[in-house]
């Protein structure tokens, strides 16, 4: 439930700006006199100092924290922390903040944070309830491809007062993916995809997509070209009119329809199914993450299963 559904609600974060949550944000930031203005998706914040107290509303944006060794103190971790400590491959110490769509602004609030980092697609419509909290970035998550995603790496690094060890933490992973890249056997043209089994249909991961351009920048061919990252809804029609040569199927628990498809004729004549090119993997890692070490997962894992290489 968002902060603003009830007059409760907004009477509570109202005493909470006026018992000087908002006014403790300069007295954080201001370590040093060091200003810089942040460009974002809308606009651009001015962020004195470095900034120490840190919220983030998305997956990514945790990760990139931690390629510059911050640890945030408010997580929208969608009531899971089990996710986070997939996601860095760690435990941290940190207060959960709600869920990625309705952030608990409360919660925020009360961390007294003096920088949050908010999604263009979930949080835009409450880019002014944050900035009332603390100095507010927004950047592309949710909808950022791979390109976007070490972008945002420098500008979080450049927000904390730290943009040459982001800029460090970029030039490290692109020599790890090229050193991964250089597995690959010459000649690949294969078509590659992705897509997340639900219980009733598909969703198919584009070129657009963060995974789909993690296959590109790996110099392979994602077997769907689109602007649009995702086909969401889509049956075994789709699918096998899609053809791939090497399916990658992101899974949950539970049933799906990937379970219900195996005995299907059609499916079984999907080029991948027929060469044993059929993978599952991980729905956390291959869709939901996004971030450096989860490109650099990616690609591990793609050689690995593959291509039977380490």
Do not use: C
Request: glycine residues 6%; hydrophobic residues 45%.
């Amino acid at each position: 439930m968002s902060v603003f559904d009830t007059p409760l609600s907004r009477r509570q974060f109202g005493l909470l700006l006026s018992a000087g949550v908002a006014a403790a944000v300069p007295g954080t930031v201001l370590a040093d006199n060091d200003k810089r203005t942040i460009k974002h998706e809308l606009g651009t914040t001015e962020i004195s100092g470095k900034p120490q107290r840190v919220v983030a509303l998305e997956f990514s944006f945790v990760q990139a924290l931690n390629a510059v060794d911050v640890v945030p103190v408010g997580i929208t971790d969608d009531n899971q922390p089990k996710r986070i400590e997939q996601l860095l491959g760690k435990k941290i110490d940190y207060s959960s903040v709600g869920t990625r769509l309705e952030p608990n602004l409360e919660l925020v609030a009360a961390l007294t944070p003096d920088l949050i980092i908010a999604d263009e697609l979930r949080h835009s419509a409450i880019y002014e309830q944050l900035s009332a909290i603390a100095p507010t970035i927004v950047l592309n998550s949710w909808e950022g491809n791979y390109e976007t995603i070490k972008s945002s790496v420098v500008t979080i690094a450049d927000a904390l007062g730290e943009k040459a060890k982001g800029e460090q933490a970029l030039a490290a992973h692109e020599a790890v993916i090229a050193g991964l890249v250089a597995k690959i056997p010459a000649g690949e043209k294969r078509r590659f995809l992705l897509a997340v089994a639900n219980p009733d249909s598909m969703s198919l991961h584009s070129s657009s997509s963060f995974t789909g351009s993690v296959f590109k920048a790996m110099g392979l061919t994602p077997a769907i070209d689109s602007s649009d990252a995702v086909e969401s809804g889509a049956g075994i029609e789709r699918l096998v009119a899609v053809n791939p040569d090497v399916f990658l199927v992101a899974t949950d628990t539970g049933a799906t329809v990937f379970d219900q498809w195996k005995s299907n004729a059609a499916f079984n004549n999907i080029a991948a199914v027929k060469a044993g090119m059929v993978f599952q993997v991980d729905r956390n890692q291959f869709s939901r993450f996004r971030g450096l070490t989860t490109a650099e997962m990616i690609a591990r894992e793609i050689l690995a299963k593959v291509y039977q290489a380490g």
